[in-house]
């Protein structure tokens, strides 16, 4: 059974472009999470979705930050106008229905130059 | 108060050591508690996974949750190299869990 996977694993961008993360839970996961950790601080949720459905926001940036789980595919964080803060690594979990035991993927480093 | 407070260290051990790792908390709604271990550049990995109050064994690691005092606590017996990592705690009431920073352990040879 693969782990949670992400990708890709390093993304560099220029202040201003797109940046687009991607996150494939485990197989039998419907739940995902995202997490934002920067260096010397802990992990901050940033939005817990099931398929098709945001379900809590309420870690997320109002503006430029969007997340989605589409019926078919990965879920895919999106950030539009990276800014230099938003430099990070930004982490996926996944969790089973109902135990809400997350499984971490590797990654994603973004570096905004 | 952070809701969730965790020594950051470095905790510097010998191997073969008992290391205890600690985080409090004030919120008393958490009712799953959980430890994460991560290496450098890596993603968290489950360790332990409590719910209440008590002590919970796995292998060479313990967990033990004590509410009355918003205290719970990871011990690693026999500590081994390849334990240092970074280990952060985690609790949650619904189903967003809160984090601790993580604190750096480092079993030197």
């Known amino acids: 059974n693969a782990g949670v996977m992400q990708n890709p694993r390093h993304l560099v961008r220029r202040r201003g472009q797109e940046a687009r993360l991607r996150c494939s839970p485990m197989?039998?996961?419907?739940?995902v999470y995202w997490y934002r950790q920067l260096p010397e601080e802990g992990l901050k949720f940033m939005v817990y979705?099931?398929?098709?459905?945001?379900?809590?926001e309420s870690g997320m940036p109002k503006e430029r930050f969007s997340a989605e789980f589409p019926k078919e595919g990965p879920s895919i964080l999106r950030i539009q106008q990276v800014v230099r803060g938003d430099s990070a690594a930004y982490f996926c979990?996944?969790?089973?229905?109902?135990?809400?035991?997350?499984?971490f993927g590797p990654g994603t480093r973004l570096t905004v130059t | 108060q952070k809701e969730v407070e965790q020594d950051p260290g470095p905790l510097s051990v010998p191997e073969g050591a008992i290391v205890s790792l600690n985080c409090t908390y004030s919120?008393?709604?958490?009712?799953?508690f959980m430890w994460y271990r991560q290496y450098s550049r890596k993603g968290p990995e489950l360790l332990m996974y409590?719910?209440?109050?008590g002590n919970k064994e796995d292998g060479r690691f313990t967990a033990q949750v004590d509410k009355s005092s918003k205290y719970i606590s990871l011990f690693i017996r026999d500590s081994q190299p390849s334990d240092s990592a970074t280990y952060l705690c985690?609790?949650?009431?619904?189903?967003?869990?809160?984090f601790g920073r993580g604190t750096s352990l480092i079993v030197h040879p």
């Open positions: 197989k039998g996961h419907s739940h």
């Open positions: 979990a996944s969790s089973p229905p109902l135990t809400y035991e997350q499984y």
């Open positions: 979705l099931q398929k098709e459905n945001i379900i809590d």
């Open positions: 919120n008393s709604a958490f009712q799953y």
């Open positions: 985690a609790m949650r009431g619904s189903y967003i869990p809160t």
């Open positions: 409590t719910y209440s109050s």
